[in-house]
């Protein structure tokens, strides 16, 4: 999401891991190396490795609250991450002090909390039996709890086994007063050799498989996943996007530390996850993946309702020599007037026209566009685009549950698909389309992106993983812009009311071809 100067804040309220693989220790790591400014507040004093814990010393109340007074003075967060709480009277304390937050703070705090009571090498981590008051008083308070196999097991006495396993589980756990939760698939076993985890809050739910690392090198998987989720959370990703993100960070610390020869080492805190191998797929209904692990989606919670007979051959593809500048018009008239200018790229996006007036309107849209041998999608009437020939289509997020892709494709016709965030990229890319949008990389004046603002960094990021498919940024990119966007490596940029509301748009257009090009010929000679 977009970037700003000042670094989000996140506390990290947690023991300490004297072997430096969890607990503060890994929060710190994390939070940090993902981009957020980190806070602790240090619960406990373990002693603990990778083969088990030795002590617990658990810090008295009057010391966690004056950490707490400390840092709210200067570095209220925007999330706190809860990890070990050590006893009930810290349990209480906690719950006490988010309570305050959420009536004093200008802001209610995003509450993220990995229900540690258990070390994943088997240590007990509690000096008694806190969960009931962890029900009663801090599960009310959190917006995303974070448990393994094990923790479900002891938050709602489900055994996960089977996928209705999940979703049974999940609605215990929500029930219990919690906002959404992320069931991790490390320690459950569904589907063979893959690792499958779960979010859901209720009303959107959201599934992701990753080969299984094997490995025993995974000490503070738990602590590093819930800590990476603060940091992206922080920054403004949005849930679904930040669950991506993360198990691409685990996914790459697990893999880094696989072959190390230390038994039961700690999993790596690295960098931000760039390699798409790293990454999950998103299960989608339909898809070669989903078939072979015998999944199914609930077609109410966001997953897509037709069918795609073939995932494994794609749209027909696009001239990539002639993805530059990508305008995209609503009438017939500034179509022919940006096509006369020599674009090859552009879109057609009626909204108005209904009818017969709306399909004689796209008749004469697509003889513009083979006038004047140029790459014309039409926006949204994928039905008469292919009765009536079209270059191409171009879908919306929304439009993909409705549109027969399969026809599209047996037509031939070229396909576009709008995507925000790196969920919806992954989920998008299985279909194999013509090319992907990106966006809205900054605010527009066309339509309200509140919450889907991606930034260049992020398009950046989502450039590099998708390098098998062309990619177009789009939203609010002005030529002061243009070059910064054009940083990311993207293939195209779509622009609207740059032209449109411009002065003299056929000059716009020209500056427009000639900071593409520029960027063509350096990259010619690097």
């Given at each position: 999401?977009?970037?700003?100067?000042?670094?989000a804040?996140?506390?990290?309220i947690?023991?300490?891991?004297?072997?430096?693989?969890a607990?503060?220790?890994a929060?710190?790591?994390t939070?940090h190396?993902?981009g957020?400014?980190v806070c602790?507040v240090?619960?406990a004093?373990?002693?603990q490795?990778?083969?088990?814990?030795?002590?617990?010393?658990p810090?008295?109340?009057?010391?966690i609250?004056?950490?707490?007074?400390?840092l709210?003075?200067?570095?209220?967060?925007?999330?706190?991450?809860?990890?070990?709480l050590?006893?009930?009277?810290?349990v209480?304390l906690?719950?006490?002090?988010?309570t305050?937050?959420?009536q004093?703070?200008t802001?209610k705090?995003?509450?993220?909390?990995?229900?540690?009571?258990?070390?994943?090498?088997g240590g007990?981590?509690t000096?008694?039996?806190i969960?009931?008051?962890?029900k009663?008083?801090l599960?009310?308070l959190?917006?995303?709890?974070?448990?393994?196999?094990?923790e479900?097991?002891?938050?709602?006495?489900?055994?996960?086994f089977?996928?209705?396993?999940?979703?049974?589980?999940?609605q215990k756990?929500?029930?219990l007063?919690?906002?959404?939760t992320?069931?991790?698939?490390?320690?459950?076993?569904?589907?063979?050799?893959?690792?499958?985890?779960?979010?859901t809050n209720?009303?959107?739910s959201?599934?992701?498989?990753?080969?299984?690392i094997?490995?025993e090198?995974?000490?503070?998987?738990?602590?590093?996943?819930?800590?990476?989720l603060a940091?992206?959370?922080?920054?403004?990703?949005a849930?679904?996007?930040?669950?991506?993100?993360a198990?691409a960070?685990?996914n790459?610390?697990?893999?880094k530390?696989?072959?190390h020869?230390?038994?039961?080492?700690?999993?790596?805190?690295?960098?931000?996850?760039?390699?798409?191998n790293?990454?999950?797929e998103?299960l989608?209904?339909?898809?070669?993946?989903?078939?072979?692990?015998?999944?199914?989606?609930?077609?109410s919670?966001?997953?897509?309702s037709h069918?795609?007979?073939?995932?494994?051959?794609?749209f027909s593809s696009?001239?990539i020599?002639?993805?530059?500048l990508?305008p995209?018009?609503?009438?017939?008239?500034?179509?022919?007037?940006?096509?006369?200018?020599?674009v090859?790229?552009?879109?057609?996006?009626?909204?108005?026209?209904?009818g017969d007036?709306?399909?004689?309107s796209?008749?004469?849209?697509?003889?513009l566009?083979?006038?004047?041998?140029?790459?014309?999608?039409?926006?949204?009437?994928?039905?008469l685009?292919i009765?009536?020939?079209a270059?191409?289509?171009?879908?919306g997020?929304?439009d993909?549950?409705q549109?027969?892709l399969?026809n599209i494709?047996?037509?031939?016709?070229r396909l576009?698909?709008?995507?925000?965030g790196?969920?919806?990229?992954?989920?998008?890319?299985?279909?194999?389309p013509s090319?992907l949008?990106?966006?809205a990389i900054?605010?527009?004046k066309?339509?309200?992106?509140?919450?889907q603002?991606q930034?260049?960094?992020?398009?950046?990021?989502?450039?590099?993983?998708?390098p098998?498919?062309?990619t177009?940024a789009i939203g609010?990119?002005?030529l002061?812009?243009?070059s910064a966007?054009?940083?990311?490596?993207?293939?195209?940029?779509?622009?609207v009311t740059?032209?449109?509301?411009?002065?003299?748009?056929?000059?716009?257009i020209?500056?427009?071809?000639?900071l593409?090009q520029?960027r063509?010929?350096r990259?010619?000679?690097?």
């Amino acid at each position: 999401m977009e970037q700003t100067n000042n670094k989000a804040v996140v506390w990290t309220i947690a023991g300490s891991d004297c072997s430096g693989g969890a607990g503060i220790q890994a929060d710190t790591k994390t939070i940090h190396n993902l981009g957020a400014e980190v806070c602790s507040v240090i619960t406990a004093v373990t002693a603990q490795n990778s083969f088990g814990v030795e002590a617990i010393n658990p810090m008295p109340e009057d010391v966690i609250l004056s950490q707490i007074k400390a840092l709210e003075q200067v570095k209220p967060a925007s999330v706190i991450k809860i990890g070990l709480l050590a006893n009930n009277q810290q349990v209480e304390l906690v719950a006490a002090q988010i309570t305050r937050f959420n009536q004093e703070w200008t802001t209610k705090p995003y509450i993220i909390y990995d229900p540690v009571a258990v070390a994943s090498n088997g240590g007990d981590l509690t000096e008694d039996d806190i969960l009931p008051t962890i029900k009663e008083r801090l599960l009310p308070l959190v917006d995303l709890i974070t448990p393994n196999g094990k923790e479900l097991q002891k938050l709602t006495g489900v055994f996960a086994f089977s996928w209705d396993c999940l979703t049974t589980a999940a609605q215990k756990i929500l029930a219990l007063g919690v906002t959404a939760t992320i069931i991790k698939g490390g320690h459950i076993k569904i589907a063979d050799n893959k690792s499958i985890d779960f979010c859901t809050n209720g009303q959107h739910s959201y599934w992701l498989s990753s080969n299984r690392i094997n490995t025993e090198n995974s000490h503070g998987t738990g602590c590093t996943f819930a800590s990476a989720l603060a940091a992206l959370i922080a920054q403004g990703y949005a849930l679904k996007d930040a669950f991506v993100i993360a198990k691409a960070y685990i996914n790459q610390g697990l893999d880094k530390v696989k072959s190390h020869q230390h038994c039961q080492d700690a999993i790596w805190q690295g960098a931000w996850p760039n390699n798409i191998n790293h990454y999950p797929e998103v299960l989608v209904k339909g898809s070669t993946l989903a078939t072979d692990i015998d999944w199914f989606a609930e077609t109410s919670q966001g997953e897509s309702s037709h069918k795609v007979n073939d995932f494994d051959s794609g749209f027909s593809s696009v001239d990539i020599n002639n993805f530059g500048l990508y305008p995209v018009v609503d009438s017939l008239d500034w179509l022919e007037r940006l096509l006369k200018t020599g674009v090859k790229l552009i879109q057609y996006r009626e909204k108005k026209l209904v009818g017969d007036d709306l399909e004689q309107s796209i008749v004469k849209a697509i003889a513009l566009g083979n006038q004047y041998n140029a790459m014309l999608f039409i926006n949204d009437h994928w039905q008469l685009a292919i009765k009536h020939k079209a270059y191409g289509v171009h879908l919306g997020q929304e439009d993909i549950e409705q549109a027969e892709l399969t026809n599209i494709k047996q037509a031939g016709l070229r396909l576009g698909i709008s995507t925000h965030g790196h969920y919806e990229l992954l989920k998008i890319k299985q279909y194999k389309p013509s090319y992907l949008a990106i966006g809205a990389i900054f605010p527009t004046k066309t339509k309200d992106m509140t919450g889907q603002i991606q930034g260049v960094k992020t398009l950046t990021d989502l450039v590099k993983l998708t390098p098998d498919i062309p990619t177009v940024a789009i939203g609010g990119i002005s030529l002061n812009r243009a070059s910064a966007v054009l940083t990311s490596q993207v293939n195209s940029i779509a622009v609207v009311t740059a032209i449109t509301e411009a002065p003299d748009p056929e000059s716009v257009i020209q500056q427009f071809q000639q900071l593409i090009q520029t960027r063509k010929n350096r990259e010619h000679h690097a």
